[in-house]
């Protein structure tokens, strides 16, 4: 029986360290928790993901222009944030295993366990004192007197002595010069977020660029969150990277571009190859938005840890300009001289976790099939994002062979991602391959010699042909233009 959709993660783990794609980090030294490398085919497909995301965005359209700011900021930009004050998580540990948790988790997980015994009623009303919390004592100690009077117990150890919950601040501080210390008032943070990058380098790129009201701003980078609970492989890590996009607009015109932006990700996604019915855009409800937000949306993929946010669409409003404006005290208003008006312009964000977005890749792309007895894995993703777009294989280890099959590597390398493979039998190296997300495989025979033609064989249905040493360039090409991907 084929299987199209994943029920667990652990099968694209295994796979990701068996093929190089991604490696746990300091793994010799028993590895860092939530901390993950990439390897060689990790390396290229992320590479090719962020490529089609700027080709989107920078490429497609012509008023949005990049940046590529320091992951090292001035404190004061983290204070006007509000990063600083709230960015924090409710933490409380367990006293005899020394772990530590997010509280409204453990809640959250206790609500779950009484649905699945059967006692909804309970469920509905933990949920609603859930929903509740810090409006009766304050946050802390809302979720403490939950924990305690449900005695929800520590999931590792089973025991019930817990420390009292205390806000976490998620950003990691660090020194900056020699002089300093992380205790300084002036100790400075690794980001927690790329798009304060943009907006403190709103009026630099507006003055620069020669852009108007609308115009956006993106930028690929790194982020860090001193994460409390960080789980399920690269879907939340502690160093990862972001691609985001802050659109600035003209207030009033804010709700038109937040509905047009959203409608344009979902398009994406489906473009770089990602199911339909996989993908769900999911509205944050008016109780539930963050403060500087007007409007906000998760795009959600079927992950096998069920629907999760891949990425966010969100009216952030004119909050982190006039901020940025208040502790700066540098304008950050824009001028219409058609209108003759002065604003602080509202924006628009898309912001996706590109690690996550691999993840959903590889998930989406995952199929185990029966071939003649056998299970094939594959990974059926779109072909410009292959990290291997096409292996050369000379049918065995003659000079002659070998010398043809060199020659295509290196006429086809110029264009496409290629790897020559001679080792092992045809079966083998296809299996290989296929187990790489390679979409075309070329073998090179003694007929060729004679005709200069190859065999390509195509990853998804393993069809072949027999096309002219001259026309493999078209054929990969078209092949990558019309690929669609299978439904199920």
Known sequence: MAVTHLDSLDKIVSLSKARGIIFQSSDIYGGLGAVYDYGPLGVELKRNLQQAWWDEMTRRHDNIVGVDAAIFMHPKVWEASGHVEGFNDPMIDDKQSKKRYRADMLIEQQIEKLKSDGKQKQADELQEKLDTAGSRKGLCEDLQELILENEIRAPDSGAFDWTPVRQFNLMFKTQFGAA????DDDAVYLRPETAQ???VNYKNVLDTSRQKIPFGIAQIGKAFR????????????REFEQMEMQYFVEPGTDEKHYEEWLKKRLEWFERIGIRNEYLRAED??????????????????KFPIGWQEVEGVHNRTDFDLSRHQEYSGKKMEYFDQAKGERYVPYVVETSIGLDRCLLMVLCDAYREEEVEGETRTVLKMHPKLAPIQAGIFPLIKKPELKELARKIESDLQEEYSVFYDESGSIGKRYRRLDEAGTPFCITVDFDGLEDQTVTIRYRDDMKQDRVSVDRLDEVIREGIRSWKPETG
């Open 180 to 183: 300093s210390s992380a205790d």
């Open 197 to 199: 990058g943009i907006f």
């Open 226 to 237: 001193n994460e409390v609970v960080a789980r399920q492989f690269v879907f939340r890590m």
């Open 284 to 301: 944050h409800p008016e109780d539930k938005l963050a403060h500087y937000a007007r409007a906000a949306a998760d795009i959600q993929y």
